[in-house]
């Protein structure tokens, strides 16, 4: 499985950025989708994710601003990010396990990283 994601970029605080993850390959063993975020210095944080049934999960970090979706198909994830701040800054990361539940030591298949910058 391949995962290329897209939609990054640089944004002023308070506005919105919508991300994709495009899947290729074997997606048919993907149950469950994600998306990670890193800044250096920290450890790579689970901001939504996703299952096969479209329950999507939230940290209460992001709860409220983030809205995690994806095709039917699996082919492709879509993470909505509304009233962006600084704190926001960050590599986003799709991520893919074949796994029921997706955390840093299940993913199976990790995208290459898009850079989210907002400005105060």
């Known amino acids: 499985v391949q995962l290329m994601e897209s939609g990054g970029g640089l944004v002023q605080a308070g506005g919105s950025l919508r991300l994709s993850c495009t899947a290729s390959?074997?997606?048919?063993?993907?149950?469950?989708m994600g998306w990670y975020r890193h800044t250096p210095g920290k450890e790579r944080e689970l901001v939504a994710a996703?299952?096969?049934?479209?329950?999507?999960y939230y940290p209460d970090s992001v709860k409220g601003r983030f809205t995690i979706s994806r095709d039917a198909n699996k082919s492709s994830l879509y993470l909505q990010i509304n009233s962006l701040k600084p704190g926001d800054t960050a590599t986003y990361y799709c991520?893919?396990?074949?796994?029921?539940?997706?955390?840093?030591?299940?993913?199976?298949?990790w995208g290459q990283g898009t850079q989210v910058t907002v400005s105060s």
């Open positions: 996703i299952s096969s049934n479209g329950n999507a």
């Open positions: 991520a893919a396990s074949s796994r029921l539940i997706i955390i840093l030591t299940t993913v199976d298949y």
């Open positions: 390959g074997n997606i048919d063993s993907i149950k469950t």
